[in-house]
């Protein structure tokens, strides 16, 4: 098991640039049953896919700022976990979080990965 996803069982299904993320862990159920447990979507081409907020890969820090306000964090160094630079939205481990292409300082870094639900931990 990835460290982080608890249960006995994890399976990651691909579409092109996403992944989604099925589960025996306790994340939204804790029956031991498999479920949907979260979703990455990587790159550096928008796929079509985006948030309500119009959210996608490619999308600039500007843009982040713009949809989440208050509730968006964006650390001013490199996560010690992924080695990128890392942002996320609200207080929850299991919320919406993403990488940029570069310092959140810099307003023309781009995101190249959007997720929310379980993740695995370093």
Not at 40 to 61: M, N, Q, R
Not at 93 to 102: K, M, N, P, T
């Amino acid at each position: 098991m990835p460290q982080g996803f608890g249960g006995t069982a994890v399976r990651f299904v691909e579409f092109g640039q996403l992944m989604v993320i099925f589960s025996d862990g306790a994340y939204y159920r804790d029956d031991g049953v498999m479920h949907f447990a979260g979703w990455t979507l990587t790159g550096t081409d928008p796929s079509g896919l985006a948030t309500p907020e119009g959210i996608t890969l490619g999308s600039i820090v500007d843009d982040l700022q713009t949809a989440f306000g208050d509730q968006l964090q964006l650390p001013s160094t490199l996560n010690d976990c992924t080695g990128s630079w890392f942002f996320s939205v609200g207080p929850s481990v299991l919320g919406f979080e993403g990488d940029l292409s570069g310092p959140s300082t810099d307003g023309s870094s781009s995101v190249i990965r959007l997720s929310a639900g379980a993740q695995a931990e370093c």
